[in-house]
């Protein structure tokens, strides 16, 4: 498996340059050295405080898209099939809305990612209750119901922002927040965001063989004993928690989680076993270079991380689909 | 070298120093205490308020950093910019190593960089302006934070002088009703000044009274607009915006631009926190009571 050294070598790559990358450019030395803790001046501290948690964080939630975009289009088995895709997407724009509109008593810092997790994952709770008191409960009811829960959470977004906006809450903030940007964690929210990360792999591993089943089809997934409702609604309870995650720390990130999975795929074969941890390493590469485009690429601006991983990966993900096509 | 005269040298130099060299701190509009070692010299100042508010303490020369929609006063442009429309860059404020933030929370500025700041360890104060009052109440906290608080006390009494001389001059006379347009939106909807504001608090400084004056949203229908009969309409921006706005039919049926009483008054002093919020004021009562001395 050829594949695994160059993803691992180019995720390192990928951070250390996004670690570079800045209005400021810094030199790896110089990240060496604030790492360290040999030089106390301003930008030493800026690196270490603020540019690399935020780097290892893009990183993080590029991963997480990676894990959630596989198992949707596992459950789904779909290829357009996108991690946003039962309402999650709606219900976190939703809670963040509120988090950012809301003047509530709670830092915002702390607010944001909590309203946003509980949003998106509430919202795909609420997808998966209506189809099952619909008794809809396979993949196509479920999508139905999610089409709908998005509709009526996107109004309800809307409405928020009209009624709360005035000259100094401007929509812009709410805008920016679902094209998406990486928050930048503190160095113990960091390791909260890793342990999640790496509880969310373990989790996705865990339905690695039963995706593979039932990614022969329904009819042989029975057979081989595969409860099939039951494990998609599992499947789909575990993919949400992913990407709750992810769009708690990550805003709406668009495109990524559905790139991923092709590009592992090509990479490793369509097994979940070693899709999932392969796609985990294309997302987090993904995002950790838009990241850094998205910091530096127009100073003193910041251009919102989800406009960079749509127009740079789009054309990107088309090229590699066509060599992959014509050969 | 005799001892005693470096005694009374240093003794001197003490004396001389400046009692804001000692840590200052005040408290800020986010219910923060916010220390600075020194006089801050180096300010990244956000939004044109604070610039202007700055700039009126004579402390132009001490701005570092700017952002891209403050056009006042002119000695300030060509500084740095550090944030604009897409936001405001850490790394860029971080790179005018400023010893003083100053921000407003208006899109987004005060969550994007308070909490950068504050774990770099640069001193970042936030202010608030509900009303004119705060205005005043931030001038005098910013001319305390650089050390300059005297100046800042005279400033005031300056600005709250003339708010004195336009409260007597439009005491007992009856406040027309005024609605003021702020913005148009794409949809056809306007934005209008709220109670609350300190635009709106310039208002019934100035001896006007808020045609809505309940807690409607910013943006309101023209509709809206016509039925709340203002005695006098205000478009905050250029005569010609203001006229095409009015020549669309309907308008014209309007009491207040029947009655010729419709002006367009200036952005920068009505939407603009600072000092010049004052010279507003005095312009909307000269607009209110035209016939009072304008002295």
């Given at each position: 498996m050829r594949a695994w050294p160059i993803l691992v070598l180019a995720l390192a790559f990928s951070i250390v340059i996004a670690a570079c990358a800045g209005h400021d450019w810094a030199t790896p030395a110089d990240l060496l050295r604030a790492i360290a803790g040999a030089a106390a001046d301003l930008r030493s501290r800026l690196l270490v405080e603020w540019r690399i948690p935020r780097v290892l964080a893009a990183a993080l939630v590029g991963a997480l898209l990676g894990l959630g975009g596989t198992v949707f289009q596992g459950v789904f088995?779909?290829?357009?099939?996108?991690?946003?895709?039962?309402g999650s997407a709606g219900g976190a724009a939703l809670g963040a809305t509120v988090a950012l509109l809301v003047p509530l008593a709670a830092p915002q810092s702390f607010i944001l990612p909590v309203l946003a997790f509980a949003g998106a994952w509430g919202a795909t709770m609420l997808v998966i209750g209506i189809s099952r008191v619909s008794g809809a409960v396979d993949a196509a009811g479920m999508l139905l119901a999610g089409v709908a829960v998005a509709a009526i959470l996107g109004a309800l977004r809307s409405f928020l922002m009209l009624a709360l906006s005035d000259e100094t809450v401007s929509l812009q903030i709410v805008l920016s927040w679902v094209l998406g940007g990486v928050q930048t964690p503190s160095w113990p929210v960091l390791g909260l965001l890793a342990v999640i990360s790496a509880a969310c792999l373990a989790l996705t591993m865990r339905l690695a063989g039963r995706l593979d089943l039932l990614g022969l089809g329904e009819t042989m997934a029975i057979a081989f004993g595969l409860n099939v409702n039951r494990f998609v609604a599992l499947a789909v309870l575990a993919g949400s928690v992913v990407v709750a995650a992810a769009v708690a720390f990550g805003g709406l990130v668009a495109f990524v989680g559905l790139a991923s999975p092709h590009i592992a795929r090509w990479l490793?074969?369509?097994?979940h076993r070693p899709l999932l941890p392969a796609s985990a390493l294309v997302g987090a590469i993904v995002v950790t270079l838009a990241d850094a485009i998205a910091r530096a690429a127009l100073p003193p601006a910041e251009i919102p991380l989800g406009l960079v991983t749509a127009v740079a990966g789009g054309p990107f993900f088309i090229l590699l689909l066509a060599r992959r096509l014509r050969t | 070298m005799p001892r005693a005269p470096l005694w009374a040298i240093l003794a001197l130099a003490v004396a001389l120093?400046?009692?804001?060299a000692a840590p200052v701190t005040v408290h800020d509009a986010f219910d923060r205490n916010v220390t600075v070692p020194?006089?801050?010299?180096r300010i990244v100042a956000i939004f044109a308020s604070n610039v202007e508010m700055l700039a009126a303490l004579?402390?132009?020369?001490?701005?570092?950093g700017i952002e891209a929609f403050t056009r006042y006063p002119p000695e300030v442009l060509g500084k740095p910019l550090v944030g604009g429309r897409l936001g405001f860059s850490v790394d860029e404020v971080v790179a005018q190593k400023p010893d003083l933030v100053v921000v407003t929370p208006s899109r987004q500025a005060a969550n994007q960089l308070i909490d950068p700041m504050e774990r770099l360890g640069i001193p970042i104060v936030v202010l608030l302006q509900r009303n004119v009052e705060e205005i005043l109440s931030n001038i005098r906290l910013l001319a305390r934070l650089c050390g300059v608080a005297e100046r800042g006390e005279e400033l005031v009494a300056r600005l709250q002088a003339r708010l004195d001389r336009v409260e007597q001059r439009v005491a007992g006379l009856k406040p027309p009703s005024v609605v003021m347009i702020t913005g148009r939106l794409g949809n056809g909807l306007l934005l209008v000044t709220r109670p609350g504001t300190y635009t709106g608090d310039a208002i019934v400084r100035a001896g006007g009274r808020l045609?809505?004056?309940?807690?409607?949203?910013?943006q309101v229908s023209p509709e809206a607009v016509f039925n709340s009969d203002p005695d006098l309409l205000l478009f905050a921006g250029p005569e010609k915006d203001m006229k095409e706005l009015i020549d669309r039919p309907g308008w014209s049926d309007m009491r207040a631009v029947k009655a010729r009483r419709a002006h367009a008054v200036s952005r920068v002093e009505l939407l603009i926190p600072g000092p010049r919020t004052i010279d507003g004021i005095e312009h909307l009562a000269a607009i209110f009571h035209p016939a009072t001395p304008s002295q």
């Open positions: 088995r779909n290829p357009l099939a996108e991690p946003y895709l039962l490793v074969g369509p097994l | 120093q400046p009692a804001a020194a006089p801050p010299q004579g402390l132009a020369d001490r701005i570092v045609a809505f004056d309940g807690g409607v949203i910013a």
